[in-house]
């Protein structure tokens, strides 16, 4: 959802821009979304030099489907998850090195699907949370 065009000053870039989050972990939010987490009216940022008055509405509220919707994503996430280690030896190929005598193509899927079941542990914790 856009915001007003004044939430798009300077200062408020300099607020999102100075957020500490940011230097350890790189860009964790967008600007939209950072702005949207300002949950009070009016927020006082005191820097080193300069005080940042931001004022904006307060953030949408959580349906119950909302809620229902991303537990089942992450129910789905986790059985997805489950079945692929259960059913495929891809991380216990690659552990215990275990690819020798396999051909390229054997090769690259067993990376494929390495990189598969990481992808599926980073997006399990991202529902989670």
Known sequence: MSHPPDTYSFANYLAYVLYPPLYIGGPIVTFNDFMWQVSLPISHITCVVLTI?????????????????HA????????????????????????????????????????????????????CIQLGR
């Open 53 to 69: 008055t931001l004022q904006h509405r307060k953030p949408l509220a959580i349906t119950g489907s909302t809620i229902r919707s």
């Open 72 to 123: 089942l994503r992450f129910a789905g996430c986790l059985f997805t998850i489950e079945l692929i280690l259960h059913f495929m030896y891809v991380v216990a190929i690659k552990d215990s090195k275990a690819w020798f005598g396999y051909s390229p193509g054997e090769i690259i899927m067993v990376g494929f699907w390495n990189l598969i079941i990481v992808w599926l542990k980073v997006r």
